[in-house]
């Protein structure tokens, strides 16, 4: 009869506990918080620096880059990446439901900080959010001054990735000389070093 009742006692545990991490998951997803908790977790797993973007030996053999992609900054003015052209272009495609984009983020926003005063590199992060309004308060919030951007249309067949995060970067000569889909830890020496000697 005693294993009977601690038999019980467990099951009924066992349910308070199921019921408890269900209703957790459930609160998280209807106040829209699993988006910050699933992009902390990764960020996490970003501070290893076991997940960095693949860096090529060389820039030469590279795919044309076109610059027919357009979107919108702050102010509502049109811009498109021939806007930048000549530089070397860091772009970002993200949004703020994105918890991997959530992730790298701080590792973008401190790469930005080291080259924000650098006239030969650019910072393109193109929000994917149909309300341009919930990205402008992604940064405002989090204290990020990185130049955002509202998407607006692209060639067919341009930047087609169906992931985001995707990062490409494009050199001066316009050549899409990496891309990286999914999220990575960027604020590194090595692919500052990339950056810098593709401005060169």
Same mark, same amino acid.
Request: with cysteine; hydrophobic share 35%; aromatic share 16%.
């Given at each position: 009869m005693a294993e009977n009742s601690t038999s019980t006692k467990k099951d009924y545990r066992s349910l308070i506990e199921w019921g408890v991490i269900i209703a957790v998951i459930l609160v998280l997803y209807l106040t829209g918080w699993h988006t910050q908790v699933i992009g902390t977790l990764q960020r996490g797993v970003l501070a290893t620096g076991l997940i960095k973007p693949s860096i090529p030996e060389n820039t030469t053999g590279f795919e044309n880059a076109s610059l027919d992609f357009y979107f919108t900054d702050e102010n509502g003015s049109e811009k498109s990446l021939g806007d930048f052209e000549g530089d070397v272009i860091f772009m970002n #495609?993200?949004?703020?439901?994105?918890?991997?984009?959530?992730? @790298?983020?701080? %590792? #973008?926003?401190?790469?930005?900080?080291?080259?924000?005063?650098? @006239?030969?590199? %650019?910072?393109?992060?193109?929000?994917?959010?149909?309300?341009?309004?919930?990205?402008?308060?992604?940064?405002?919030?989090?204290?990020?001054?990185?130049?955002?951007?509202?998407?607006?249309?692209?060639?067919r067949g341009t930047y087609e990735s169906t992931v985001i995060p995707t990062t490409y970067v494009i050199s001066p000569d316009s050549k899409i000389v990496l891309e990286k889909r999914g999220f990575a830890k960027y604020d590194t020496e090595e692919f500052r070093n990339f950056l810098e000697g593709l401005a060169e």
């Open positions: #495609i993200w949004a703020t439901w994105c918890p991997p984009c959530i992730a @790298e983020m701080p %590792s #973008i926003h401190s790469l930005y900080t080291h080259f924000k005063d650098d @006239e030969n590199i %650019s910072f393109v992060l193109v929000s994917m959010d149909e309300d341009f309004e919930k990205a402008r308060q992604f940064m405002e919030t989090r204290e990020y001054d990185l130049p955002i951007y509202h998407y607006r249309t692209k060639v």
